[in-house]
């Protein structure tokens, strides 16, 4: 598939003929998809994350607007699935069933994003509900690899409760299936009314601990963490595997790299899930962003 005929493609147009059309085909898909070991032989994983639009999140640096053009997500996608070393993607239902149509999952490592029930910026934020892939079971029908949960941890907030309580279930559903969990765990507080992930090391590691807890079993549980200062006493806390997530990217590049080129080095840390910071690089340029961050994750042996 040329460059020409994936912006074709993904401008929409094709895309939604096949909905109107044949949208049976998106279940036919999943069962034909080629799938892969989760883990390669180096045991690192680097996956692409486009989640944020369902929660509201569509911001990238000072543009509040970035991620709103689908046709222009879904371009930067294919171009990053195609990049050698990117082992898969994390998003939700609507954006992995483009990408499939596109057939740009074959061979790759899905994650179906599962809790995108907290709007960005809504009083009930905290309130986290399975909105996108709710059970172990949507996933294991459509032969994803895995489920992520964000799980933000407030003591002032009673939606927490309910929150973990539906990441714990869905661990415990994940392992009983032998897919992989994902917790992106934060310890949060409303700061004039705006949902605030403390990023200090002991409320880091407070949430690791409170993640690792969750569901019957961590067989299959792996943590998605935030790269932080004291990163080192940070992955003291837990023997679970752990992949780097990137954020909203408001750093120089350089140095973004340079960060996770040192956490990567930590035994713990098995890569990287990023998506904004690779998928709207500075300089547009969404290959080389993604090869840099797979040399950092497979060392150029993938």
């Given at each position: 598939?040329?460059?020409?005929?994936?912006?074709?493609?993904?401008?929409?147009?094709?895309l939604?003929?096949?909905?109107?059309?044949?949208?049976?085909?998106i279940?036919?898909?999943?069962?034909?998809?080629r799938?892969?070991?989760v883990?390669?032989?180096?045991?690192?994983?680097?996956?692409?994350?486009?989640?944020?639009?369902?929660?509201?999140?569509?911001?990238?640096?000072?543009?509040a607007m970035?991620?709103?053009?689908?046709?222009?997500?879904?371009?930067?996608?294919?171009?990053?699935?195609?990049?050698?070393?990117?082992?898969?993607?994390?998003?939700?239902?609507?954006?992995?069933?483009?990408?499939?149509l596109?057939?740009?999952?074959?061979?790759?490592?899905?994650?179906?994003?599962?809790?995108?029930?907290?709007?960005?910026?809504?009083?009930?934020?905290?309130?986290?509900?399975?909105?996108?892939?709710?059970?172990?079971?949507?996933?294991?029908?459509?032969?994803?690899?895995?489920?992520?949960?964000?799980t933000?941890?407030?003591?002032?907030?009673?939606?927490?409760?309910?929150?973990?309580e539906?990441s714990?279930?869905a661990?415990?559903?994940?392992?009983?299936?032998?897919?992989?969990?994902?917790?992106?765990?934060?310890?949060?507080?409303?700061?004039?009314?705006?949902?605030?992930?403390?990023?200090?090391?002991?409320?880091?590691?407070?949430?690791?601990?409170i993640?690792?807890?969750?569901?019957?079993?961590?067989?299959?549980?792996?943590?998605?963490?935030?790269?932080?200062?004291?990163?080192?006493?940070?992955m003291?806390?837990?023997?679970?595997?752990?992949?780097?997530?990137?954020?909203?990217?408001t750093?120089?590049?350089?140095?973004?790299?340079?960060?996770?080129?040192?956490?990567?080095s930590?035994?713990?840390?098995?890569?990287?899930?990023?998506?904004?910071?690779?998928?709207?690089?500075?300089?547009?340029?969404?290959?080389?962003?993604?090869?840099?961050?797979?040399?950092?994750?497979?060392?150029g042996?993938?």
């Amino acid at each position: 598939m040329s460059g020409a005929e994936v912006g074709v493609r993904a401008s929409g147009v094709d895309l939604t003929e096949l909905r109107v059309r044949h949208p049976e085909r998106i279940a036919e898909a999943w069962q034909q998809r080629r799938r892969r070991e989760v883990v390669g032989e180096d045991g690192r994983l680097l996956i692409v994350a486009a989640d944020h639009p369902a929660r509201g999140a569509l911001g990238v640096r000072g543009d509040a607007m970035a991620m709103a053009s689908r046709p222009g997500l879904i371009d930067r996608l294919v171009t990053a699935l195609e990049r050698p070393g990117v082992d898969g993607v994390l998003a939700t239902p609507d954006v992995l069933e483009d990408l499939l149509l596109l057939g740009a999952l074959e061979g790759k490592v899905v994650i179906g994003s599962m809790n995108r029930g907290g709007l960005q910026g809504a009083s009930f934020e905290l309130d986290d509900r399975f909105t996108a892939y709710g059970t172990a079971d949507d996933l294991v029908a459509r032969r994803l690899d895995g489920g992520k949960m964000l799980t933000r941890i407030c003591l002032e907030d009673p939606g927490t409760v309910a929150t973990l309580e539906s990441s714990a279930r869905a661990v415990t559903e994940l392992a009983d299936c032998k897919l992989l969990a994902m917790v992106e765990p934060f310890w949060s507080v409303r700061r004039e009314g705006r949902v605030v992930n403390l990023l200090d090391p002991d409320s880091v590691i407070k949430s690791v601990h409170i993640a690792a807890g969750l569901g019957a079993s961590s067989a299959y549980t792996w943590l998605k963490l935030p790269v932080v200062d004291d990163l080192e006493r940070v992955m003291e806390a837990t023997t679970l595997p752990t992949l780097l997530l990137g954020g909203d990217p408001t750093v120089a590049p350089e140095e973004t790299y340079a960060s996770w080129g040192k956490a990567l080095s930590l035994p713990s840390v098995r890569g990287l899930v990023v998506g904004r910071a690779l998928l709207f690089p500075p300089d547009g340029d969404v290959a080389s962003a993604v090869d840099q961050a797979s040399t950092l994750v497979h060392g150029g042996t993938a």
